[in-house]
Nanobody
Framework: QVQLVESGGGLAQAGGSLRLSCAAS????????MAWFRQAPGKEREFVAA????????YYADSVKGRFTISRDNAKNTVYLQMNSLKPEDTAIYYC?????????????????????WGQGTQVTVSS
């Protein structure tokens, strides 16, 4: 069993920054990747960014590329999402997620169903 706990959400003005954290505990040694997804009111959950534990390869949605940076601290089993140049359309609940079997394929790293353990979510609100 893996537990994921997000933190760092809150209110920011457009153009501002926030940093999210996701701490993983439990059977994380089998996890190959961690990802951030988000869900805005009335919309489906969408992929934001992902990173692999072993080599640190990163993946981004086009909508956040160049503004958001995902990173990890293997010693702390923690993944971060640095969000800069925030826009009102970034307003959403942000969830971190991980796979549990270490088998996730690069081609499917942006796919929600590839992840089987999810955090409770943290609200990010960006005002204009």
């Amino acid at each position: 069993q893996v537990q994921l706990v997000e933190s760092g959400g809150g209110l920011a003005q457009a153009g501002g920054s926030l940093r999210l954290s996701c701490a993983a505990s439990g059977r994380t040694f089998r996890s190959r990747a961690m990802a951030w997804f988000r869900q805005a009111p009335g919309k489906e959950r969408e992929f934001v960014a992902a990173i692999t534990w072993s080599d640190g390869n990163t993946y981004y949605a086009d909508s956040v590329k160049g503004r958001f940076t995902i990173s990890r601290d293997n010693a702390k089993n923690t993944v971060y999402l640095q969000m800069n140049s925030l826009k009102p359309e970034d307003t959403a609940i942000y969830y971190c997620a991980t796979d549990l079997k270490g088998l996730i394929l690069n081609a499917l790293i942006r796919v929600e169903s590839s992840y089987s353990s999810w955090g409770q979510g943290t609200q990010v609100t960006v005002s204009s």
